[in-house]
């Protein structure tokens, strides 16, 4: 990851004292210096895609910065980019409007649904944008043996993935299976082994003590799951990077910012872990982050680190997240720095509008979708007892409640009870064709009628369904087959939107405007239907068995806690 090239050291030596012309002089700027702490004025001078320095420089172009902010390009640390629904290319677009410069991305997603072929393609897929893209390799395909994912990436897979890549592929992605290191799984321990002591990334919700101690002992130095001051604290005490996470579905950032202070804040990090395409066209991405812990009472300069240098010197990334001499010029002018409020954005010198990006041309994925013959008696329940295990969502959070309720009952049946915001939920494999169904109850979704569907279902993405009646249940499970994958929303026996995700089921080769317009009108659909706010990501994690406490896999209800499958009815 050297940036300078070892035959122009010369060349840049004299640039740097001024002897040729810049490229571009930054001048009058007051410089947020992530590196010395302060905010101080530059003229900053860019060569060749790279940082000069600061002072009176000639160069061919000048931008007058007339005292507003220049900061460094932000660093995403952590994200699953199939979560936004669109193709790196598009969100590179999108976030590097944002200010985005970096990205370093988990594909664990397409992984599970493709394997090596789909860390491949995300490496194809991202290649030669304007935005640098580096990617962790998935440690977790499957994640459990409590669920069917369409997929195997073995220890000597990540090993071959590493030697394959070096240059793009940084570490150990989330290690989720806490329990394997714990219990010193061979395969997991094998997969740690493989990483060679490089860079690993944690995963460790609601670990404490003395598993805490051993789980890092094994390997992961970060964490991005702590949802409690407590569980931060911890973490950082005991060495772990933090990252503080404002994702679409996961906002942790208010709970944790008491936790920063001027000594520890060099071990924190932004990461947004998952941001779909609606939040990155109107909300934005790590600038969005920035504004909100500003808001939160830190200091600026501390929340730009926290989205620059932290994540930067984290990852190994040589000669990015600081505007100093020799690094990579990433960076943009900010008419406020409180408000966050982006003017200009550069990458690697250049402003944002003169960059292109378009796709790389290559083969998409084909069909990833076989799911085996449906009906409606594939969703009944059967009852077998009085009360029964219900998972109870939690606004705003991951994990997940278990509640006890005695269902509704027609004939000898359990059945949806929308009065008490009681919808039945299904997990269909879809990788194998194999007929296997994992049948619940959930609370919190908010349906009144119809049916939601969705073959984005973490982390296996096998086709989860939720609904009110059987017959639609059925309906919207068909309709995201017939598309081959895919979000959908039906009610009383009728489409009422549908949002085709060709690409591993996770992603829309569409533009992302497009996308984000179908996902906002699914949303507006299922809202008439009582759903909650941005209900198809809320269904996404209910199939998620490594995030406490129930969760719902093709295999069945999963006791997360336990860490192992558990009866849907109580005794």
Known sequence: MQLLKTGNIDRYIDLARGRGEADLLLRNVRLVNVLSGEIHLADVAIAEGLFLGFGDYSAREVVEGEGRY???????????????????????????????????ADPHEIANVMGVDGVEFMLAASCGLPVSFFFMVPSCV???????????????????????????????????????VINRN???????????????????????????????????????EATTLDEAREKLRLGMHLMLREGSREHNLDDLLPIINRYNSANCSLVSDDRHVLDL?????????????????????????????????????????????GYRADCLL???????????VFLAGRPFDEKDFVAPQLPLPGNTVSVAGLSEESFVISAVGEKIKVIGIVPGQLVTR????????????????????????????????????????????????????????HDSHN????????????????VVKEMGGGLAVVADGRIMGRLPLPVAGLMSVEKAETTAAALKSLQDQAALLGAVNDPFMTLSFLALPVIPSLKLTDRGLVDVDKFSLTDLWLN
Request: hydrophobic share 45%; charged share 20%; aromatic share 4%.
């Open 402 to 457: 278990e509640i006890i309720v005695a269902p509704k009952f027609e004939q000898n049946y359990a059945v949806a009870d929308p009065k008490r915001d009681l919808s039945k939920l299904a997990v269909i494999e879809r990788h194998q064709g194999s007929g296997r169904i994992g049948l619940g109850f959930v609370q919190g979704l908010g349906l009144e009628r119809g049916a939601l569907a969705g073959t984005v279902a």
């Open 186 to 224: 061979p395969e997991t321990m094998a997969k740690i082994a493989a990483a060679g002591g490089g860079i690993i990334d944690g995963h460790a919700p609601q670990l404490s003590g003395l598993d805490l101690n051993s789980y890092i002992m094994a390997g992961p130095g970060s964490d991005h």
């Open 70 to 104: 220049l900061v460094p390009g932000l660093i995403e640390g952590h994200i699953h980019i199939e979560s936004s629904q669109i193709l790196p290319s598009e969100f590179a677009r999108l976030a590097a409007a944002r200010g985005t410069a970096a990205v370093v």
């Open 281 to 325: 066209l109107h909300r934005g991405h790590l600038d969005y982050s920035i504004r909100k812990a500003i808001a939160g009472g830190l200091a600026p300069i501390v929340a730009v680190q926290m989205a620059t240098i932290n994540p930067a010197r984290y990852f190994g990334l040589k000669g990015r997240g600081a505007v100093a001499p």
């Open 334 to 344: 900010l008419d406020d720095l409180e408000s966050f409020t982006i003017s200009q």
């Open 142 to 180: 499957p994640t459990t043996v409590m669920e069917t994912a369409g997929a195997v990436i073995d220890a000597a897979a990540v090993a071959a993935l590493l030697e394959k890549y070096p240059d793009r592929l940084l570490g150990l992605a989330e290690v989720m299976n806490f329990p394997g």
């Open 463 to 478: 086709l989860i369904v939720a609904g009110t009646s059987d017959a639609d249940m059925l309906l919207v499970a068909r």
